[in-house]
């Protein structure tokens, strides 16, 4: 069972980490010329295939865990098996990744909230 989490930063970066792997895939770029999707993207990293991209960059996981402790980093998707796992509401650039393709968690209210 192959698992890809994807992480955003609060200034909007995107982060790609296969489950249990040593390199956490930073700077996911969303707007290369094929259209990049998390899909399409963790589907291929699942296969062994790294993703590519001018900005990519690839850091130990290490590296990036003590960032997980950030209560601003949030893991807001999943890539299981070809199924994509919504958590939480992503920022403008994790929605265009993302781009709707997706199961929203049923634990997940994706409607807006207005504050009175």
């Known amino acids: ?18 489950q249990d792997g040593p390199t956490v895939y930073a700077n996911v770029e969303i707007m290369v010329p094929y259209g990049a999707t998390f899909e399409q993207d ?13 900005a990519v960059l690839k850091v130990p996981y290490a590296e ?3 960032r997980l402790l950030d209560a601003e980093m949030r ?5 299981e098996d070809g199924k994509v796992l919504i958590y939480a509401h992503p920022g403008r650039d994790g929605d265009q990744y993302l781009q709707s393709q997706s199961e929203t968690n049923p ?3 994706n409607t807006d909230q207005a504050t009175p």
Do not use: C, K, Q
């Open 1 to 18: 069972m192959a698992r890809v989490y994807l992480y955003e930063d609060p200034g909007g970066g995107l982060y790609l980490h296969p």
């Open 42 to 54: 963790a589907s291929e990293i699942a296969d062994g295939r790294p993703i590519t991209g001018d």
């Open 64 to 66: 990036f865990e003590p």
């Open 75 to 79: 893991r807001i998707a999943l890539w």
């Open 107 to 109: 634990a997940f209210d």
